[in-house]
């Protein structure tokens, strides 16, 4: 059997884990799977569960802002404002409406699902269209 890989719509793309005490948190999943876990901004570290090119994904290891905050996976959209249109037509709840996470890094939202799990979506910030270098004609060869 041959696997080929067809890429799917709104993957999970970045989790983030609430710690009651970040550096006991830290040490945890540095010695249980290896990840390298390095800070990034106040309270917040960036977590490396996998070399360039591997399949999976990284995330964030940060201090729990409220009691019983959950684990969160964040599903890449296209458009916040249109998934959470599709999360409430489908019995969903939006619980964190639209919000932007940083200059230049995109917005983040969260929604329950009918089952009462937390998911979070990620719309990452447009990019303008690449222009195109102009080419050079060829040399003239000499005669």
């Not at 059997?1 to 970040?22: C, G, K, L, Q, W």
Request: hydrophobic share 35%; with cysteine; aromatic share 10%.
């Amino acid at each position: 059997m041959r696997y080929t890989h067809v890429p799917m719509p709104n993957s999970i793309t970045h989790f983030e884990i609430p710690a009651d005490d970040v550096k006991r948190a830290k040490k945890f999943y540095e010695k249980a799977f290896g990840w390298k876990i390095t800070p990034w901004q106040m309270d917040y570290f960036m977590i490396e569960t996998k070399e360039k090119k591997e399949p999976g994904i990284n995330g964030g290891l940060m201090l729990r802002k409220n009691p019983g905050q959950p684990l969160m996976n964040y599903i890449s959209v296209d458009s916040i404002d249109a998934a959470c249109k599709k999360v409430e037509k489908a019995g969903g709840v939006i619980a964190l409406p639209k919000m932007e996470i940083g200059q230049g890094m995109g917005w983040i939202a969260a929604f329950k699902d009918t089952e009462g799990n937390m998911m979070g979506f990620h719309e990452s910030p447009k990019q303008p269209p690449a222009t195109r270098a102009a080419k050079k004609a060829p040399a003239k060869k000499k005669k």
